[in-house]
Structures are given as C-alpha cells and as structure tokens.
C-alpha cells in the first residue's frame, strides 16, 4: 500500500492550486450527468458502444483489428509502487506481458517517477505530474498520487465511456466504482488496481489454550464483544491475557452508525465531518476508553505494569498473549511468516463480524488506482490502448491471472525460496531480490474491486497454495468464503477522491484525541465530537479554497 495516511500539500502545490481560478464547482442537482446514479444507465455495453462509437472500437479501415492493435505507438507508464528495478518491479512486469501481446506498441517507463525521485512521496509526485502537464510531457497511464488534486488541474482522462462499454467493468464493486467518480460525478478519473484492507485474526491457540470458543467465521459483534469478555476475566484475575480489538477507529461511523462511508468521521453525502451523528461509534468508543482504565489493554498501563503482569514482553499479539488483532493484506506476508512460522502461534484471519443494529458490516481500505493523461482525448486511439492497459493491470480476467502467474513462474525459475535456489548449487548472492518467498504481496497486490467469478477463482489466497509446501502457511479457509471476498472487494474506501478530506484528516488522531481524552481527562464523546467536527470542517473548508475545477 502507498500511504497510511497523506500528509498536507506542500505549499508550493497549494499554490498552484489557488492560482487556478475561482469557478464553483458543478453540484450534482446542476449536474446533468451523474455517474454515481447513471454509470450504466441500464444500457447494455453494446448500447454504450454505439454512443460512443466515435471513440471506442476505432476500425479506421475495416479490416477487423481495432487501429489500436496495430497502429505503432509508444505508451508511457509512470509509477514509483514497488521497486524502481524494471525487472523486479511486478507491477511493470505484468505491464509488459500486456505489451508483449502486441508488436505494433512500445512500452516504456518514465524514470522521473520512480521512488529514487519522488522518495515515495504522494506530494512530490503531484507536483511532478502537475510539471509534466505544463511542459507536454505527461505520461500516459500513472499512478494517482491525489486524485482530487489531479482531477481537479485537469490531468485525467475521462474514463467513463471505456467503463461503460467494458463487459468486465459491470463486476466492479459498487463502493469501487463511486472511488472512481469524481467529486462533481461528472467524470471517472481513474481504475483502482487493489483494494488493501485491514481485517481481523485472531489467536486461536491462545483461545483453546483457555478453553473459550473460537468463533465461526459469520460470527456477530455480539459474539465479538463476548469473546473479549471471556478474555477480560483472565485479565482482571491478574494473568498475562488480553482481549485486544478489532480497530474500528477509522471507520467506525459506517460499521456502528451506517454513516455513508464514515471514514474517521467524514460523511461522503453530506461532504462534511460529522462525528456527532456517531452514537454507536462513540459508544464503542467510549467503552475502549473504559477498557483501558481497567487495563484490558496492555499499551495502556504503564511499563511497570506490563512487566508486573508479563514479565519483559513487551509485543502483546507476537508474543501470544493477545487474543484478537488487526493484519493488513500489504502486510500479509510478512506477518504470516513472523506469527506462525517464526512466533510458533496458532493464527487465523477473519471477516469482519455482522455488524451491530444500525450499522454496516464492512472493511475499510485504501484504494489504489492509476488514472490516463487528459492529454489521450486528442489521441482517441492511443487512449483506447492504454485503458486496455488499465484494465489489464487491474480487474481483467487475463491481466489478473498474468498478474498471479509470475509466482509459478518465478517458483519454477528459482524453487521456492532461497535454500531451495542454494540447493540447486546456485550462489545465495544470485536469488532475486523480489521474490514469492521474500514478497508474496508485492504479487499478489491486495484484492481486486471486483466480484467477477473468474478473477476470484484465479486469486492465489482463494485458490491456495499446495498443503505440503512451502506457501501452505497461507491457506487460511476465510479466503474461501464469498462473504469475505466480497468485504475485501468492496470495502469503504478512503477518500481519496473527496476534496481536501484527505488534508483534513492529517489534524485528527481518534486514538489520541478522542479516546485518550475520554479516558484520561474523562470527556464525554457528546461533548468532544461537536469540537472536532468543528475543528476538522473548519479545515475542510480552508483546504477547499483550492480546488478550483477549470
């Protein structure tokens, strides 16, 4: 995953923002075209494909290959995600597949965009792309850094006619594709190619070790709550266990309050901040706050205290004596081989339990997606190859199964790990430095925003690996519950697409500035919420003064 959270916009783009004038923007009731209402209208994509028979499916001279297949063009691909090493970066690696099916294009990488450059910042890389528009050198097909911010200076292509037309397309999840909406729903500015969530796992040997119940995978909150409650006896009778949680924090206002989307807070309808209309959130909340005081959470006593009750440990959910947590997919990997083969714990990773009454079962997730280069809508040919691109590196049915395949295919060229590529007489020094064994994730890229079967049944966590092999550490059967995949592929995005939510966010921490304030200085959520929607809307308001749409 790119980023946790965006920092601010460096002056310098706050500038160039404001200097492009003060036209309001076009609301939805003045808006003829709403995409979040009409994407597909109810037509066919052959219906679309009439529409828009002057852009899409361009056979200039009738002889059944589309020119874009065979017209010689050259297509710039930008993007600092994963390694700056063409041939070990898998992202560009699947891009090339894609271009190898066709001789009549060219494919190359904008070494401006790489992280040796950008530092893997977000912000740079806009003011980057914002550079490139002004100096007629914009890539084709890039990495969205702000995809508010590049919507708004005019740097995308719109992409609503080749979604519409696309079959494949009708499978992107719902949440997905209102992602892909512009803030004026006037224009899809670009095609997430992963959804990374975070999810809960919970430590299943430490739960048969206590004799307490492990739950089914469609377990409810209520059944979540009591679990913890079980945990929470041992806790209070002085032993080294703890309930740990499921971190609703950043989205708790849709899970417990079905606030549209929700996100720390923001509500997408109403396009303010509104905490205060998060009853059930600040309940829960408020009981975290409760929780700490009488030291269910082992981060918050005090190191003395950890160590009267546990000795010198000092990672609660590593070290076993946690019984629920939070895993990231970017994260998978990793974490899988540290808790299960490393720690020796008995871990297992589930979907989020149905959620309480009034709110919305669903997982929070970043979504990350690649946008074209406004400067395509003169080129209406070259636009329709580098959109197949898009789709190739995103929801595809061939692209993904290409996507996943490099994992047999580097298995196949260099065994399964490192002692096997050694074994073989091989120099240690040689394995590559991105491989399945070392970055499953980097291939297997979080989960697609799409329900399509067929891109399911490819994905490498769905399908599984052999049970007796070296990846067998991630056969978890949640990933075969269509109910999980489809929290996965359709989780509440971050809003990325919202003006200035983004920026906002960066002035509030839940943790520190709502929940430590109800437990420490023993605030009520009622009394904190109106201060921070205050605070928050106060800054989303400021930070709006430069989105200015040409």
């Given at each position: 995953m790119k980023k946790i959270i965006n920092g601010l916009v460096l002056l310098l783009l706050l500038v160039g923002l404001a200097a492009c004038g003060n036209k309001p923007k076009t609301t939805p009731e003045e808006n003829e075209t709403d995409l979040f209402a009409n994407m597909f209208d109810d037509k066919t994509p052959e219906q679309w494909q009439t529409e828009y028979a002057d852009i899409i499916g361009i056979d200039s001279d009738a002889n059944g290959t589309l020119d874009w297949q065979e017209k010689p063009m050259t297509i710039t691909y930008a993007s600092d995600f994963y390694d700056d090493d063409d041939s070990l970066n898998t992202l560009y690696r699947n891009a090339v597949k894609w271009a190898e099916q066709y001789p009549n294009i060219t494919l190359v990488r904008d070494e401006r965009f790489k992280k040796a450059v950008t530092g893997d910042s977000d912000e740079l890389a806009m003011e980057m792309l914002v550079a490139a528009s002004q100096d007629q050198s914009m890539p084709d097909i890039f990495y969205a850094p702000l995809s508010a911010e590049a919507y708004d200076q005019d740097l995308v292509l719109d992409l609503a006619p080749y979604v519409r037309t696309d079959s494949e397309a009708r499978a992107i999840q719902e949440n997905a594709l209102q992602f892909m909406v512009s803030f004026d729903r006037k224009t899809v500015w670009g095609v997430p190619y992963m959804s990374v969530a975070q999810f809960p796992a919970i430590n299943v040997g430490m739960l048969e070790s206590l004799n307490i119940p492990v739950p089914d995978y469609d377990w409810t909150y209520e059944e979540y709550e009591a679990l913890r409650d079980q945990v929470g006896a041992f806790?209070?009778?002085?032993?080294?266990?703890?309930?740990?949680?499921?971190?609703?924090?950043?989205?708790?206002?849709?899970?417990?309050?079905?606030?549209?989307?929700?996100?720390n807070g923001f509500d997408v309808e109403k396009q303010r901040f509104d905490f205060s209309a998060g009853q059930g959130y600040g309940a829960w909340l408020t009981e975290e706050a409760n929780e700490g005081n009488k030291g269910w959470h082992f981060f918050d006593l005090s190191l003395s205290e950890q160590e009267a009750v546990c000795g010198s440990y000092g990672f609660p959910w590593g070290d076993g004596f946690q019984a629920i947590d939070n895993i990231w997919m970017f994260s998978l990997s990793t974490d899988a081989r540290n808790m299960i083969e490393t720690r020796e714990l008995n871990i297992d990773i589930y979907p989020m339990p149905t959620a309480p009454a009034g709110g919305n079962t669903s997982i929070s997730a970043y979504f990350d997606a690649l946008s074209l280069g406004y400067h395509l809508r003169s080129d209406r040919v070259k636009a329709e190859a580098v959109y197949d691109l898009a789709k190739w590196l995103s929801y595809g049915e061939d692209g993904t199964e290409a996507r996943w395949a490099m994992i047999d295919e580097d298995i196949a060229t260099y065994g399964e790990n490192v002692d096997a590529w050694v074994e073989l007489g091989n120099d240690a020094l040689d394995f590559p430095l991105v491989h399945p064994s070392t970055h499953l994730m980097d291939y297997i890229m979080g989960w697609p925003v799409t329900n399509n079967p067929v891109v399911m049944a490819n994905h490498p966590l769905v399908k599984g690996f052999d049970p007796d092999g070296y990846y067998a550490i991630f056969n978890f059967d949640a990933f075969q519950s269509t109910h999980f995949q489809n929290q996965l592929s359709n989780a509440i995005a971050y809003p990325r697409q919202i003006p200035a939510a983004a920026r906002a966010y960066a002035h509030i921490n839940v943790w520190s500035d709502i929940k430590e304030r109800i437990r420490v200085e023993g605030y009520s959520y009622n009394a904190l919420a109106p201060e921070i929607d205050l605070l928050l809307n106060g800054y989303l308001d400021e930070y709006l003064r430069y989105y200015n749409k040409r």
């Open positions: 806790t209070d009778n002085g032993s080294c266990a703890f309930p740990g949680l499921i971190d609703f924090s950043r989205h708790g206002l849709n899970y417990y309050d079905n606030v549209p989307n929700g996100w």
